[in-house]
């Protein structure tokens, strides 16, 4: 199972659209994805409610994890939207 760090690029964190847009490219990505705080129980990044709940702020680090076909694949692309500015988009 590939994992990453990545910090968090969009201002708000992992809040409301950034969460909303993170949870939908994870669960189109067709592979199992979890994302976790440092030290925290990982949770499934499709789920709007899951990444809501962890409370991410702006450049938190966080630990992306991903299973299945083409898991580094949609792992770098994840950690990329991740650090991006989702806010913006």
Same mark, same amino acid.
């Given at each position: 199972?590939? &994992? *990453?760090? $990545? /910090?968090?690029? &969009?201002? /708000?964190?992992?809040?409301? =659209?950034? !969460? &909303? @847009?993170? %949870?939908?490219?994870?669960?189109a990505s067709g592979v199992g994805v979890t994302i !976790? =705080?440092?030290?925290? *129980?990982?949770?499934?990044?499709? /789920? ?7 409370? $991410?702020?702006?450049?938190?680090? $966080? *630990? @992306? !994890? *991903? ?6 694949? $949609? @792992?770098? /692309?994840?950690? %990329? @939207?991740?650090? &991006? ?5």
């Open positions: 199972m590939p &994992s *990453t760090t $990545v /910090s968090v690029g &969009s201002a /708000s964190g992992l809040h409301a =659209r950034p !969460a &909303s @847009l993170f %949870a939908q490219a994870a669960a !976790a =705080r440092a030290g925290g *129980t990982p949770v499934n990044a499709a /789920s709007i409610l899951a990444l809501l709940t962890l409370g $991410v702020d702006h450049a938190e680090e $966080v *630990t @992306l !994890a *991903t299973e299945g076909d083409g898991a580094d694949a $949609v @792992l770098e /692309s994840l950690a %990329a @939207l991740l650090a &991006s500015d989702l806010d913006a988009a």
